[in-house]
């Protein structure tokens, strides 16, 4: 009986073992990220001597959504293709200049996708009185003056972003980098737009009662100014190959 025992345990052992790498390599993890580019950039050409320029120093986004959406099919050869939808639900203030800041993870089934969206949603936090969109820096306008500038939106919004030709494995994991270009995001506004803006404390302050102007037109870019980049993370069963 000992024998039969030591048996069925060195039997269940391995059967445990295969069980525990069949589930490490189901599906996948897409890490999801946003980080804010143009951290400097000019504003419409001056016909004076100097040119106008941003300086951002501080950018964040209260995130409270993501969604993945796309067509998936088994293999890659596959003739038939279903849509598919995940979801990462939370409330987490991004560092939009720390490109290392993780907004949240999406696990995806074995498949292959492509038509790839994401939709990312930014919402007032109802326990916080973080903006939902907050930039502040410089601005120094074409007499060389340097005026603090402070961007607060306090309204949600949403915004997509497709790649055309990517392609996901759900063997393998991945990170989506979604790039906020900030020289869009201000590209609407002009010159002289900022030159007659009101001062508070020496400040621009731009929201949606302060210099409502200049607001409503950065409000219509914050949809239309991102992209988005896939980093393959390379087939993680190659690890454990050797094993």
């Known amino acids: 009986m000992k024998r039969i025992s030591a048996v069925m345990l060195l039997f269940l052992g391995v059967l445990l073992f295969s069980c525990e790498k069949n589930n490490t390599d189901s599906g996948s993890a897409l890490q999801v990220k946003i980080q804010a580019t143009n951290k400097s950039s000019t504003i419409l050409k001056s016909a004076t001597l100097a040119t106008p320029l941003f300086n951002w120093n501080v950018c964040t986004m209260n995130v409270s959504h ?33 490109a290392s800041s993780v907004i949240g ?15 990312i949603e930014a919402a ?14 410089t601005y120094t306008n074409a007499q060389g003056t340097v005026i603090p500038i402070e961007i607060t939106m306090n309204e ?18 991945y990170s989506a980098l979604v790039n906020l270009n900030l020289a869009l995001l201000i590209s609407g506004v002009s010159e ?49 190959d050797d094993d």
């Open 124 to 137: 007032k936090s109802q326990s916080s009185t973080v903006p939902v969109f907050y930039l502040a820096g």
């Open 105 to 119: 993870d999406i696990t995806l089934d074995p498949g292959i996708y492509d038509e790839i969206e994401l939709e």
């Open 192 to 240: 002289s737009e900022l030159g007659a803006a009101t001062l508070t404390d020496g400040k621009i302050i731009v929201n949606a009662t302060s210099n409502p102007n200049i607001y409503l037109k950065i409000k219509s870019k914050i949809s239309s100014c991102e992209d988005v980049e896939y980093d393959d993370h390379g087939d993680k069963n190659d690890d454990h």
């Open 66 to 98: 993501i969604e993945f959406k796309a067509e998936g099919k088994e293999t890659e050869n596959a003739q038939n293709s279903y849509k598919v939808s995940y979801e990462w639900r939370g409330s987490k203030v991004v560092d939009l200049f720390d």
């Open 156 to 173: 949600d919004f949403e915004f997509k972003v497709e790649k055309e030709g990517t392609t996901l494995d759900g063997t393998n994991d």
